[in-house]
């Protein structure tokens, strides 16, 4: 029997234009897809909660130096612990940051971010990437979907998002406890409590495995590094690709697709 072409790339929320990383990503699939036919599938992993992630660095149109431009969010806690789709944006980031995009991008691109509002950073990247066209045959696969995280096979290592302190959290579940990493050898204890399977998401060294007991991919893009991290033993019906080179890859890619 021949099995129909899965084709799936992984990401986190990664800047309100998306990084020049992901469009590479995106591109390399949909030329697997031209090949080959199937699906597209865009693994978005917006449990992570790191707000590095989504940084977005632009080039000034007079000067050609860069700034990196990034979400406001409700509280330290919110930026540093919540997952990206539970982040809350500030509600003045908007209009602040409307003040400055025409230093960096054409009246077009301001024209979609002007109609583009959501309330948490996940929600309001991928209206962003689906405004901008690169959504535009790609099925999304959110981590965070509690339907997915039912189906998804069990992993030995994992976070689990509880409310603290007026929030929601990601913490480690590590030795029994769940764990904020602050920074070096610094952590925070939270309460342990009961949790449900729809709490849980995976932890890079998992995510694979974890991701293909839902996707079932059959080709799946890699980025520059990614393939030197992630396990493919735990997947070997898997064909890995690696993304098409792109320059200044972790810059926003300030165009339509």
Known sequence: MTVEPVI??????CGFFPRRFLVAK???????????GGRIVFFCHDSDHDPRETRTILRHRKTGEAAALNFAVGSK???????LYAKRIAPDWHARTMQQLPNYVDGHLIDLFRMTSAETVADFCLQMYGR?????????????DPVVRRQACDVGEFYVDVPY??????ARRQGGVLLLHEGG?????????????????PTRDSRLRWMQSVLRCTHYVTGASEQDYLHQEDAPEITFVKRVPIDRPDEAYADLA
């Open 185 to 201: 050898e610094s952590f925070v204890t939270v309460p342990t409590r009961d949790f449900a399977k729809e709490q849980v998401s």
């Open 77 to 83: 806690l919110e930026r540093k612990f919540s997952p």
């Open 26 to 36: 995106i591109l390399t699939a949909r030329r697997l897809h031209a090949e080959m």
């Open 8 to 13: 799936a790339f992984g990401q986190q929320p």
């Open 165 to 170: 302190e007026g929030t929601i959290v990601r």
């Open 132 to 144: 901008l066209g690169w959504l535009d045959g790609v099925d999304v696969v959110r981590s965070s």
